[in-house]
């Protein structure tokens, strides 16, 4: 894997654990660095594998990606990713953006000082029509300046399609357990198989060689898991029947 000027021998393996009994239900390996954009192509095949109409798909804010969120909607799943908090006025301690509540009715923004935001510019990001939301006048003159901005006035920026954040967020405010359920139930395989695996060191070399070990390695976490849940003499009864 290529990790900014270095290049390193390594793999970056995926799951999808169901969270009523931790068994893996998807699980696959790459060589990209990052989480980021493997969120539908790692749950998709999750929901087919079970059958159901909707699911709930919970990560961490690695994966976060808009593109990938509206694209697990679309495939008829809900996702939970936390927004990272990031950027410039984040690094400086000013007003971050989830501090800027969007209305849909004016198509504007209310910022921490109770004005609102309107459209002023646009540019293209990754394909997609980034809006820029400002009022010069009220910035002018705002004793919270200092909190928000270096700069003469504050601009927010929101996509075209940032809609699929908002739902997002208002089903993390409904849930907001939904978290801390996702570390008990995607750390407890991970932790097992590195515990077997001798700090998580893969034995074979090559994507290809690789994911047929990942993939052994799911299958025996599985009939150990199962082991646990149904006593041996009924999973044999089931497997003869």
Known sequence: MAAHTHVGVGYNAQIAVDAKHKLIVEQQVTNQVVDMGLLTQTAEPAKQILEVERIAVVADKGYF??????ACEKAGMDPYVPRPQRGPSVRAGLFRKDEFIYDPASDSILCPAGQHLYRYTSSVLRDLKKINYANRHACRDCPLRPQCTASSFRSVSRLEN???????????????????QRRETVEHPFGS??????????LMRGLVKVRAEFSLTALAYNLRRVLNLVAFPILMEAIQA
Do not use: C, H, T, Y
């Open 65 to 70: 990606k808009i593109e990938d969120i509206e």
């Open 193 to 202: 198989i590195k515990q077997w695996m001798n700090k998580g060191a893969f």
């Open 162 to 180: 940032e809609a699929v954040l908002d739902r997002m967020q208002a089903r993390l405010a409904q849930r907001p357990s939904v978290l801390g």
